[in-house]
């Protein structure tokens, strides 16, 4: 099948999505491998992963590479934070999840892949992660939380300047009564002199009333 690079680590494969494996035989959420000139690729699923579906979506630009430091907020259990970790595997993904059900599953995930570090946290509580954490370039959030950008704005602390956010903005998880348009509005003009936004991307049909903003710390 043909092969080409779209983005530093990101491949399209027979114009399906992938990641060049780190833990080489292992899959996560039963994602197809495939081999190519000695090297085995994770068809990355964009129904499964919003990272997957803002490229297929026409995502301008990946400001994950090879040595980025990733603060993973809301990792559940792995998925997507797996194929960043193929992305950055001279970095490191810190994946911080609150739910113990997922952690279990995380876990596992994170043992065959020694640049994914799980942390059991609330993304609330910035400052009981910090210090392991340090600095980041990239924050990448996906939280069903109704208070999602002052998630990211108290995690921007941790942010270097000129670095970059994915920010997933879930409207239902905000308010069910009011226009995905509007939320959308909202808590991006709630992040105003913190964050420019570089991107607006609509991830439908991979998943609805979704947005994913790639914003850029001032």
Known sequence: MPLKELFDGVYSIGGKLATLNSAKGSRVYGEELVQSDGKEY???????????????????????????????????????????SDIAHSGTVFCVEFSERNMRELIPVCERRQNMLPLLYDANDVDAYAGMVGSCDVIYQDVSARNQSEILRRNASLLKRGGYAYFIIKSQSIDISKEPGQVFREELASLEGLFSVEEKVDIEPFDSLHLFAVLKKL
């Not at 803002?54 to 603060?71: D, E, F, P, R, Y």
């Not at 809301?74 to 998925?79: F, M, N, V």
């Open 42 to 84: 994770r068809l990355w699923n964009p129904y499964r992963s919003k990272l997957a579906a803002a490229i297929l979506k026409g995502m301008k630009g990946m400001h994950i590479g090879s040595s980025t430091v990733v603060l993973y907020l809301g990792a559940a259990t792995g998925t997507t934070a797996s194929h960043v």
